[in-house]
């Protein structure tokens, strides 16, 4: 019994802390829609010149079979 009120104690003085770190998260997530993002905007993309020139050996139809349905099947390259 002498070891409840310290639990006690423990426990509402905890849940108050909880309840200021979600009142923060609040105040970010609020922040954020509202537009006031303080972050750097992106740096200019450089051009890229790239490292192998790529070059088609074959090429094939896919899709039919599908009874005239749009299914928007892709071809997996794995």
């Known amino acids: 019994m002498r070891f409840l009120a310290p639990l006690l104690a423990l426990?509402?003085?905890?849940g108050c802390?909880?309840?200021?770190?979600?009142?923060?998260?609040a105040g970010a997530i609020t922040d954020?829609?509202?537009?006031?993002?303080?972050?750097?905007?992106?740096?200019?993309?450089?051009p890229l010149e790239p490292i192998v020139n790529m070059t088609v050996l074959w090429t094939t139809?896919?899709?039919?079979?599908s009874l005239?349905?749009?299914?928007?099947?892709m071809p997996a390259v794995t």
Do not use: M, Y
Not at 11 to 14: E, F, I, T
Not at 61 to 65: A, P, S, T
Not at 68 to 73: D, S
């Open 11 to 14: 426990s509402l003085l905890g």
């Open 17 to 25: 802390a909880q309840i200021n770190a979600f009142k923060d998260l």
């Open 32 to 46: 954020t829609i509202r537009g006031s993002d303080n972050a750097e905007p992106p740096k200019e993309l450089q």
């Open 61 to 65: 139809q896919v899709g039919k079979g």
């Open 68 to 73: 005239g349905r749009i299914l928007n099947l």
